[in-house]
């Protein structure tokens, strides 16, 4: 196969801003896609996991294809979230550095439309949309798709509910002699009876290391823990990661928020994001994680679509996914650009035995992940403790001699032996906690 762009007909301006980019080396998707959506006619199914670059395999042919002689919209990219929308807006526009007559425009749901609207009556080129707010802006009469030949259904595993419900309406404003390009890093069969119905019948399946999870560089692991000690355990891992980004994912939203309460409460560097905070909230959250302000995302599923950050390393698991798509996209947020990721699930003893599926379904190998020791977990606890006193902030309300008696009871002591007894005490506190006898819960009548 190739191993240059060029070499796959993308012209020079493409090529120079890619390569600035660092896209030196095509991946296999790229490779496989890149020449037919160029040079073919018909329809095109790509099958790659998350994380394999298949945001280049179409957006570097659309912006080659683009006539710029005409002001139409001429592709139309169909995501399932804004943040994912955005996403992709943010890459075409630096594969088209050098071309400044191509013009794109973003209209994802989650923000005001008339900015949208206003922003549609200047000519554009390519339009990336949530299926939603597309809906919106058609039955506004506010966008024109007459004249559109291309449209892209990116990431259409996680959109198929959307897409059902209303993509008849988008396909009726379109040509019907455009090309349909999907993308997908999933087949189920809902993905089979939407290319039957909107596909053209001779449309051409290619994909790209099907057998394995995104890359070969993502680590997959497991650990068995107790439902008392789970938080404790994240805790203790969370701890050996300090300093490296990762996102942890829950089932559902109410979840999400209790451990980032915990995590936040054990001064651990995160952030929620779920689909019920408002927008400007997650893009916030988002913000901060990118710009490396936290270090760790708690999120729901649907949330982290759009979460490109190449320097996440690890992944975990907090709640075995249901299906086994899901756990495709979740490991597929480490390990990006060529760098190794860990892929944890954190699993009772009962979910063991679903691991086996996991494997034979989706062609990985998980190894078991050291579970730390109890002396291991409470050393990590008081180190806890140590940074949360480091971090409080002083109490101004306490009156200076209240402090004053404080300070002689300690004044004795070194620095020193003044940790050694705090640290005692502390030791001692979490032992007496461990002690007591747990609570049976109440029977009702």
């Known amino acids: 196969m190739s191993n240059q762009f060029a070499d796959l007909g993308i012209s020079t301006p493409l090529v120079k801003a890619i390569t600035a980019l660092k896209f030196v080396i095509p991946t296999e998707i790229q490779q496989k896609t890149i020449p037919l959506l160029l040079s073919n006619a018909t329809d095109i199914v790509g099958l790659a996991k998350t994380g394999t670059g298949k945001t280049a395999a179409f957006g570097l042919p659309l912006l080659q294809l683009i006539d710029t002689n005409s002001t139409a919209i001429q592709a139309l990219i ?74 892209v259904l990116d990431e259409a595993d996680e959109m198929i509910t959307i897409l059902n419900e209303g993509l008849d309406e988008i396909i009726a404003e379109l040509p019907k002699n455009r090309r349909t390009f999907l993308f997908s890093a999933t087949m189920p069969g809902s993905i089979k009876q939407l290319i039957q119905n909107y596909l053209n019948k001779n449309s051409i399946q290619v994909s790209a290391d099907m057998q394995t999870v995104g890359n070969q560089e993502i680590d997959h692991q497991y ?29 559902t939203k109410a979840a999400v928020n209790k451990l980032a309460k915990n995590l936040a409460i054990n001064k651990f560097s995160s952030g929620a994001l779920h689909g019920s905070l408002s927008q400007g909230i997650r893009d916030r959250i988002m ?90 977990i409470e050393e990590n606890n008081v180190l806890l403790w140590a940074k949360q006193i480091f971090k409080t902030k002083p109490n101004q309300d306490v009156s200076a001699d209240f402090k004053n008696k404080i300070k002689t009871v300690f004044h004795h002591l070194t620095k020193d032996e003044l940790i050694e007894k705090l640290l005692t005490n502390q030791m001692l506190q979490n032992k007496v906690e461990k002690e007591k006898p747990i609570k049976a819960p109440r029977r009702s009548n």
């Open 287 to 376: 913000e901060q994680f990118r710009e490396g302000y936290i270090h760790i995302l708690v999120a729901t599923d649907l949330a982290a679509r759009g979460i490109d950050v190449a320097a996440i390393s690890y992944v975990v698991n907090y709640h075995l996914p249901d299906v086994y798509e899901v756990y495709v996209h979740r490991s597929g947020r480490t390990a990006r650009a060529g760098a190794k990721g860990l892929s944890l699930t954190v699993l009772q003893q009962e979910e063991v035995v679903e691991i086996a599926d996991f494997e034979k379904e989706l062609g990985i190998k998980f190894t078991k992940f050291k579970k730390p020791t109890s002396e291991n």
């Open 78 to 151: 169909l995501v399932p979230t804004r943040e994912l929308g955005y996403q992709i807006f943010s890459n075409l526009e630096a594969f088209a550095k050098y071309l400044p007559e191509v013009s794109i425009a973003a209209t994802c749901g989650g923000i005001p439309i008339k900015p949208q609207i206003e922003r549609l009556t200047s000519p554009t080129h390519i339009v990336v949309a949530t299926p939603g707010r597309l809906i919106d802006l058609i039955q506004r009469k506010a966008i024109n798709l007459k004249e559109t030949q291309f449209l």
């Open 223 to 251: 650990i068995v823990v107790d439902p008392i000690e789970k938080l404790n355990v994240l805790m203790h891992f969370l701890t050996s990661k300090e300093g490296e980004r990762g996102i942890i994912f829950c089932k």
